[in-house]
């Protein structure tokens, strides 16, 4: 089992930046590719983008791409989200998951563990 774990979120200004990150329990952390997922209010959660599992590869969703950089590190078993240049639409409720898959990525039914999500406040 896999417990994942948020944090850095936070109100920012609009141009500004945050990085989020996502600590993970358990082993074998390098075997999941890790997501990140964002659910604005009464909006269906949308896919931000992934990593597989070395960090070899990342994909973005089109919203975020060139602003939005997922990165890794194994031996922390942490995920990490450094968003720059944020906008107001960036506000959501951020979450990381994780997928022993790559076939869909930015399907969530792909992922199975998911963490409690962290807020995220950009202002204009």
């Known amino acids: 089992q896999v417990q994942l774990v948020e944090s850095g979120g936070g109100l920012v200004q609009s141009g500004g930046s945050l990085r989020l990150s996502c600590a993970a329990s358990g082993r074998a952390f390098s075997s999941y590719v890790m997501g990140w997922f964002r659910q604005a209010p009464g909006k269906e959660r949308e896919f931000v983008g992934v990593i597989t599992y070395n960090g070899g590869s990342t994909y973005y969703a089109d919203s975020v791409k060139g602003r939005f950089t997922i990165s890794r590190d194994n031996a922390k078993n942490t995920v990490y989200l450094q968003m720059n240049s944020l906008k107001p639409e960036d506000t959501a409720v951020y979450y990381c998951?994780?997928?022993?898959?790559?076939?869909?990525?930015?399907?969530?039914?792909?992922?199975?563990?998911w963490g409690q999500g962290t807020q995220v406040t950009v202002s204009s």
């Open positions: 998951a994780s997928s022993r898959t790559y076939s869909s990525p930015s399907n969530s039914r792909e992922y199975y563990y």
